[in-house]
C-alpha cells in the first residue's frame, strides 16, 4: 500500500485538551489513591507511579504509534484484530482468567494483566468502520449488512454481558449503532437495533437479580439497603454535595478512604467534586466536551469514509463512557463500574484509550487543510 504523503498538521487543541485532562487525571489519582496506597502498600505514591508507568509511557507510545501509522493499514488487521479480541474474551473464563470482585473481567498473561474488554472497544468499531468502507451498500443491505452486524454484535455483547460487563457492552453497541449510521444506514434498521437493545437490556436486568436491584434502587432509592446497593450512590452524591462551589480542598476529602467506594476508579469524579467544588468538576466536563467536539470536527473532515467511521466510533467511545460515569456517579443514571477515561485509574484502558485517540491524529493528519479552516 503506498502511503499518501500528509496533507496537514495534527489536531493540536484536541492534543492540548487532551494533555490537560491526563495531567488532571494524574494530579486527581494523586489525591484520591494515597491514603488507600498508603495502607495497603506502605507507599501513597503506588498506584500513581503505576499509572504512571503502566499507562502514561505505555500509553504515550500507543498515541505516537497510532498516530504515525497510516490509519488504512489497520484496516487491513481488523479481522484478525477482532478475532484476537474474541478469543481473549473468552480465555477470561478459563485458568488465565483473574476474577475479581466476582467478576471475570481480566486476563492474566505472565505478570501482565489487562482487560479485553478494552481492547474490543477498539477493534470491534475498527471492524465495524472497514467492513462498512468497503462495501457502503451494506449499510442498506437488510440480509447483507443488517443481519450480519447483528450476528456480530451478539456474539461480542454475550461474551461482555458474561463477565458480567453490562455497561461496556453497551457503549460498544451504541458506538457501533453511531458508526452503522455515519456509513448511512437506513433510519428504520437504526430504530430496530435500538428497539432490540432495549428489549435485550430490559430482559437482562429483569433476569439477574444484581442488576435489578441496582435498577430498583435508582429508581427507588428509598427502598435500597443502605449498607449495599444504595451505599455507594449515596457516599458519591454526599462526596459531591460536600464540595459545594469551591470544593473543601485538594487532598482533603473525608469520603475517598473509608466511605466511598472505588475513590481511584469510576468514583473518581466524586473525589473531584468534593476537593476542587463545582467549579472543578466543571472544569472537567468543560474539558471532555471540547474534546468531543474536536473529534467529531475531525470526523466532518475526514478524507474518505473509512476515516470518517473510524472517527465517529472511537468519538462516540470517549463520548459515552464520559457521559454514563458522571451521569451515574452524580444520580441521573444507575450506578456501572465505567471508569473514567484517562482520569480513572487502569493502565489497560488508558493505554488503548490514547492508542484510539492517536488514531484519530492519524486521520487528521490526512485531511486537506482547506477542509478544516473553519475548525481552528
Known sequence: MRIPKATSSPDFIFIAVLFVIVIFGFVMLASASSDLAKERFGDSYYYLVKQ???????GGLGFLFGAFIYYHRWARFALPLLGISILTLILVFTP??????GAARWLQIGSFSFQPSELLKLTFVLYVASWLSKNLKRSKSFFEGFVPFLFLIGIAGFLIIKQ???????????ASILTYFAGGARKSFLVLMCLLGVLVLTAIIILTQYRRERVISFFQPQKADVLDEGYHRNQALTAIGSGGFLGVGYGHS?????????????????????????IGASFLI??????????????????????????????????????????????LLPLTGVPLPFVSYGGSSLLLSMLLVGILQSIAIQQNPADIQGMH
Do not use: C, W
Open 286 to 331: 468543560i474539558l471532555f466536551l471540547m474534546l468531543i467536539f474536536r473529534g467529531f470536527m475531525i470526523a466532518k473532515h475526514a478524507p474518505d469514509t473509512l476515516g470518517r467511521l473510524l472517527v465517529t466510533g472511537f468519538t462516540s467511545i470517549i463520548a459515552f463512557q464520559v457521559f454514563i460515569n458522571i451521569g451515574a456517579i452524580s444520580g
Open 164 to 174: 458480567p460487563a453490562t455497561t461496556v457492552a453497551v457503549i460498544i453497541f451504541l
Open 52 to 58: 504512571i508507568i503502566n499507562g502514561l509511557v505505555f
Open 96 to 101: 488465565q482468567g483473574l476474577p475479581a470482585k
Open 254 to 278: 473525608t469520603t475517598k478512604f473509608k466511605y466511598l467506594p472505588e475513590p481511584i476508579g469510576d468514583s473518581i469524579f466524586a473525589v473531584v467534586a468534593e476537593e476542587l467544588g463545582f
